[in-house]
C-alpha cells in the first residue's frame, strides 16, 4: 500500500462545480500535511497547507482529521485555470530527518 | 528572481553517457532535494542534503551522485544512463535544520529537468 492515497480521477467538471479530492495517509506519524497543484509541464506547487481545525483560502477549504488519516481539499465555483493535478502530501520524520512523500496526485479538468 | 533554479531544462542523450544536472537557490534554505517524476507522474524523493551534508537517500542506483559544493546547490551526476532513467527530475529546497526540525516551510520547487534517453 502507498504511503499516500490519492483519488485516481481524472475529475472532469463544468465550470461553477464543486469538487472534493481525498486523500488517506497510513503513516500516523506524519506530522505536517499539504495540498500542492502541478500544472502540464510544470513544477509542483504549494496550494495550501491543511492544519487540523480546518483552514479556507478563498475558494478552496482543506480538512485534516488525524484520527481517520484523511485530508480533503474542497474546491468551489471551480475555474478553467483550475485545471491542473493536486497532490496531497504529508511529512514525516525519518533517521534523516524530515521527508516530504507526494501522493500520486487527481487530475482535475475544468471544463467550459 | 528565480528561487529555485535548474539547468539544463531539456536533457536528449544517448544510453550509456554520463550528465550532470546543476540546481541552484536563492532562498537561503539549508536543505535541498532531487525528486524524480517519471512517466506516471509520480513524484518521489531520490536525495536531500542539509548544509552540504547527505541526509536522506532513498532507493537509487548509484549510478546517481549528487554533489553540494555549497549550501545553496545540489548538483546531480549520473552515469551510465539507461532508458529507464528517462523522467522530469526536480530539485528543491526547504528551512530544515540538520537535526531534521522542520520550520514550517514547505518546498519550493524548481521548474524541471527533462531528461530523455535514446
Known amino acids: 500500500r502507498k504511503e499516500v492515497e490519492q483519488d485516481p480521477g481524472p475529475f472532469n467538471v463544468p465550470e461553477g462545480a464543486t469538487v472534493a479530492f481525498n486523500c488517506t495517509y497510513s503513516n500516523s506519524a506524519s506530522q505536517s500535511f499539504f495540498w500542492y497543484r502541478q500544472d502540464c509541464r510544470k513544477e509542483p506547487k504549494l496550494l495550501m497547507s491543511v492544519y487540523s481545525s480546518g483552514n479556507e483560502d478563498g475558494r478552496f477549504t482543506a480538512q485534516l482529521n488525524r484520527a481517520s488519516q484523511y485530508i480533503s481539499l474542497l474546491i468551489r465555483d471551480s475555474k478553467l485555470s483550475d485545471s491542473a493535478t493536486y497532490l496531497c502530501v504529508v511529512t514525516r520524520a525519518s533517521n534523516y530527518g524530515q521527508n516530504f512523500v507526494f501522493g500520486p496526485g487527481t487530475r482535475l479538468s475544468v471544463l467550459p | 528572481d528565480t528561487a529555485v533554479s535548474q539547468t539544463p531544462k531539456y536533457l536528449v542523450t544517448q544510453m550509456g553517457n554520463d550528465k550532470s544536472i546543476k540546481c541552484e537557490q536563492n532562498l537561503g534554505h539549508d536543505t535541498m532535494y532531487w525528486y524524480k517524476q517519471d512517466s506516471k507522474k509520480f513524484l518521489k524523493i531520490m536525495f536531500s542534503y542539509n548544509n552540504k551534508e547527505l541526509i536522506i537517500n532513498e532507493t537509487v542506483p548509484n549510478r546517481f551522485s549528487p554533489k553540494s559544493p555549497d549550501k545553496a546547490h545540489l548538483n546531480l551526476h549520473i552515469n551510465s544512463l539507461e532508458l529507464g532513467d528517462s523522467a522530469v527530475y526536480f530539485c528543491?529546497?526547504?528551512?530544515?535544520?540538520?537535526?531534521?526540525?522542520?520550520?514550517?516551510?514547505?518546498?519550493?520547487f524548481g521548474p524541471g529537468t527533462r531528461l530523455l534517453v535514446l
Open positions: 528543491a529546497s526547504s528551512q530544515v535544520d540538520s537535526r531534521g526540525v522542520w520550520f514550517g516551510e514547505t518546498q519550493y
